[in-house]
């Protein structure tokens, strides 16, 4: 079994700054893609920011140039540097990952949620 357990969420003035991680432990071989979703209140779950294995990384066009997905394979962590924050990026953040088992298996996880209010 694999937990993603999220960290980093919280309140913040409009344009300030977030970091969130999102630390998976368990059985773990590699990870394929990790990526980061939200979900705002009355509003369907959202793809934020993804990065595959191979480095290809996507965006959500109402976050690029503001937050920078990274990863650190050596601490099977995901990060979402979020900068010059505005109000509508308010929501649930939920990281998820494409992991690989020891025996090869491909298993989609995600974690609990981490809240992020932007606000005055």
């Known amino acids: 079994q694999v937990q993603l357990v999220e960290s980093g969420g919280g309140s913040v003035q409009p344009g300030g700054s977030l970091r969130l991680s999102c630390a998976a432990s368990?059985?773990?071989?590699?990870?394929?893609?990790m990526g980061w979703y939200r979900q705002a209140p009355g509003k369907q779950r959202e793809l934020v920011a993804s990065?595959?294995?191979?480095?290809?990384?996507n965006y959500k066009a109402s976050v690029k140039g503001r937050f920078t997905i990274s990863r650190d394979n050596a601490k099977n962590t995901v990060y979402l540097q979020m900068n010059s924050l505005k109000p509508e990026d308010t929501a649930v953040y939920y990281c998820t990952a494409d992991v690989i088992s020891l025996v090869g298996r491909t298993t989609n996880y995600w974690g609990q949620g981490t809240q992020v209010t932007v606000s005055s």
């Open positions: 990065v595959s294995s191979g480095g290809i990384i």
């Open positions: 368990g059985s773990i071989f590699s990870f394929n893609v």
